[in-house]
């Protein structure tokens, strides 16, 4: 490693002068330009639901759903104050819709992906077909489509939103628009997408010509219940227990072409060799208490918690009951420019 260069008074006056013509010298950032590793500004962090939960009430009888157009209470990661961002590129928040409102239909480039933390009866809209929400269902918005969610049940319903909007906005590549109509106009029945791509079949002829999943609802059941039958052969994976990708079945690739979806079992007792990637990593509770060192530090978690591994950050998981945990990440841009790795230690 070569010591950074000295800055003497004959740098400085140049630095100065060709700072007045639009240059600055590289080899005053190089090192912290080109990392020998990535060194993520994200920290490790934990959102305790218990603890958010009043706040995300509270914030229901400040404004309505309407008046916010999506009611949501972001989850900031401490290393990216100011920046709406829980890693590096994706966001997250926790959104609530109360009985009876409407969070109105609009549409943007960015996707997200709903996945359902407490409530039952709630619906989103998509392209015309309606979906409703159970806990632990993965539910997709592709980008720029429109979409409204509503709340037809008597309680209210909180889900974690995640979007791609920190990489968006990097890329310079936002566009939105608000629909006339508050509602969209429902031209499918319900579950209609599910029948007609998430059966293992497909319709005769079908073309792809978006890169996200046409099935817009993963159910929990369905997901669950495919966990607690594979669980009987394994086999299990040291680092992640059984780990499964959500996948777009008209491509085989991953549901959504921004963010990877898992969901994985860890079994009671199960405890995780070390562990590190490149992608900043996104994971929700769904069932059973653990927790999760990351980097050093220990994070005890139990259902409906939220917390984040940043990029190469050497994270082990432990649990000490049954638990399912959902994830999701930005691995598939990562994998589709060749930049993904992983690192996993015995
Ligand atoms: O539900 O469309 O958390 O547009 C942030 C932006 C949710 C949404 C968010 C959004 C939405």
Redesign the pocket.
């Known amino acids: 490693m070569t010591a950074a260069p000295k800055l003497t008074n004959a740098r400085a006056d140049f630095y100065a002068r060709i700072g007045e013509h639009g240059m600055t010298p590289l080899w005053e950032v190089l090192k912290g330009l080109i990392t020998p590793e990535p060194r993520s500004p994200a920290l490790p962090a934990l959102w305790r639901y218990d603890e958010v939960r009043p706040y995300i009430l509270e914030a229901g009888e400040l404004i309505t759903a309407k008046e916010a157009e999506?009611r949501?209470l972001i989850l900031e990661n401490p290393g990216l104050k100011g920046r709406s961002s829980i890693t590096h590129t994706l966001?997250a928040?926790l959104?609530l819709i109360l009985p009876g409102e409407v969070?109105p239909a609009?549409r943007?480039t960015q996707t997200?992906l709903r996945f359902v933390v407490e409530g039952e009866g709630a619906y989103t809209a998509v392209d015309g077909e309606r979906t409703t929400m159970r806990p632990g269902d993965f539910v997709i918005?592709p980008s720029w489509t429109w979409?409204d969610?509503g709340n037809d049940s008597d309680r209210p319903m909180v889900w974690m939103?995640g979007?791609d909007i920190p990489l968006v906005q990097f890329l310079d590549a936002s566009f939105s628009e608000h629909a006339k109509e508050d509602t969209q106009q429902v031209s499918k029945p319900e579950g209609d997408a599910l029948a007609r791509y998430g059966q293992g079949l497909l319709p005769v002829g079908h073309r792809t010509t978006t890169p996200t999943s046409p099935i817009f609802n993963y159910p929990y059941a369905r997901t669950r219940e495919a966990l607690e039958t594979m669980r009987r052969a394994g086999p299990w994976d040291p680092h992640h227990g059984l780990k499964m990708k959500y996948v777009n079945p008209a491509t085989g690739g991953w549901a959504i072409p921004t963010m990877a979806t898992c969901m994985q079992l860890l079994p009671k007792g199960f405890s995780g060799s070390p562990y590190r990637s490149t992608d900043g990593t996104v994971f929700s509770v769904v069932e059973g208490k653990g927790h999760t060192t990351i980097g050093g530090q220990r994070f005890d978690w139990a259902p409906r918690d939220i917390f984040i591994v940043p990029s190469w950050v050497e994270h082990t998981h432990h649990a000490d009951e049954d638990a399912v945990v959902f994830s999701f990440s930005d691995r598939p841009v990562q994998e589709a420019v060749g930049l993904w790795r992983e690192r996993r230690s015995a």
């Open positions: 999506r949501v966001y928040g959104q969070a609009h943007h997200a918005t979409h969610h939103d979007l």
